[in-house]
């Protein structure tokens, strides 16, 4: 089936830093990628709808300048959030698909910020 | 607006009980519906799915039937394992491209021997 690949697995930072996180649509080409967030023992929350060529969509309240979203390619999606604080800390979750039941997820990165 | 709402957890069975959480959605148009699982440490997994009114969607002994009339896809499994504890999350989309995924808050199932 289809495959989704995020990296990196965890990662720990020094506040202050900013850090990047990868999802690869493996054997499909993902016009469309979405980025969760998951605080401990509550829901995915999405956080943004990566598109191919164009500019990402941000829900409301998601600082636009804080998590960059690049998708360059039609297998690759990037968030990055820069300059990292301890309450970015989180689980970040990556999905790409064509959309309906056609969803596949990356197996998430958990990112702590000292 | 879409949602989906999940009883509270947590919910504590002993081995071999019977599991019901349910779930509830609200949604403009005709969505699919799933249901994922987070085991401990590990990123979430497709459990099962209905994509249309009156479907059962089944997996590893658990099932959920797709109600339009009661706008629910409650989960359920006759016997639970220790191997079960997980959380649950109850989630759809709406069938068209470029839609995400909407979760509801999750379910935390903790099942002792």
């Known amino acids: 089936g289809a495959v989704v690949s995020q990296h990196p697995s965890w990662v720990i930072c020094k506040s202050g830093t900013s850090v990047k996180i990868e999802c690869r649509s493996l054997?499909?080409?993902?016009?469309?990628m979405f980025w969760y967030r998951q605080f401990p023992k509550q829901s995915l929350m999405l956080m943004a709808t990566s598109n191919e060529g164009s500019k990402a969509t941000y829900e409301q309240g998601v600082e636009k300048d804080k998590f960059l979203i690049n998708h360059a390619s039609l297998t690759l999606s990037t968030l990055t959030v820069t300059s990292a604080h301890p309450e970015d800390s989180s689980f970040y979750i990556c999905s790409a698909g064509q959309g309906g039941e056609k969803l596949f997820f990356g197996s998430g990165t958990q990112l702590s910020v000292l | 607006g879409n949602s989906v709402t999940q009883m509270e957890g947590p919910v504590t069975l002993s081995e071999e009980a019977f599991l019901t959480i349910n779930c509830t959605y609200t949604?403009?148009?005709?969505?699919?519906l799933f249901w994922y699982v987070q085991y401990p440490g590990e990123g979430l997994q497709l459990l099962l799915k209905a994509t249309k009114a009156d479907d059962k969607g089944s997996n590893k002994g658990f099932e959920a039937t797709y109600r339009k009339e009661t706008t629910s896809f409650h989960l359920e499994k006759g016997s639970v394992q220790v191997s079960d504890s997980a959380v649950y999350f109850c989630a759809l989309t709406l069938n068209q491209a470029g839609t995400a995924l909407i979760f509801g808050k999750g379910t935390t199932l903790s099942v002792s021997s």
């Open positions: 054997d499909f080409q993902a016009t469309t």
């Open positions: 949604a403009t148009g005709y969505p699919s």
